[in-house]
């Protein structure tokens, strides 16, 4: 079963950057589109930006669009969300899973964004 590990959050002042990892185990992760969701305290989980199995394409969220990149590694098993001009709306937990949601979630990692 594949098992997703995120890291890379941390405490930023807006304007900021942060570039987020996701590390997948298996072999399933190549094959999968892949997506970054984040949940702020007290609202639901919410999708932030897919990318195709193979990179071809990839789609954000509006409210990020412009300032969010995601990529993959295929090789290394790795997804990435590079996030420039960070704003406070930002703050939330980030997690990456395939396009339907149905590996078990990781830990996550912490992104908060300071005013």
């Known amino acids: 079963q594949v098992q997703l590990v995120e890291s890379g959050g941390a405490l930023v002042r807006t304007g900021g950057s942060l570039r987020l990892s996701c590390a997948a185990s298996?072999?399933?992760?190549?094959?999968?589109?892949m997506r970054w969701y984040r949940q702020a305290p007290g609202k639901e989980r919410e999708w932030v930006a897919d990318?195709?199995?193979?990179?071809?394409?990839?789609y954000y969220k509006d409210s990020v669009k412009g300032r969010f990149t995601i990529s993959r590694d295929n090789a290394a098993n790795r997804l990435y969300l590079q996030m420039d001009s960070l704003k406070p709306e930002d703050t939330a937990m980030y997690f990456c899973?395939?396009?339907?949601?149905?590996?078990?979630w990781g830990q996550g990692t912490q992104v908060t964004v300071s005013s």
């Open positions: 990318i195709s199995s193979a990179a071809g394409y990839t």
């Open positions: 899973n395939n396009d339907g949601a149905t590996w078990p």
């Open positions: 298996g072999l399933a992760f190549k094959w999968s589109g």
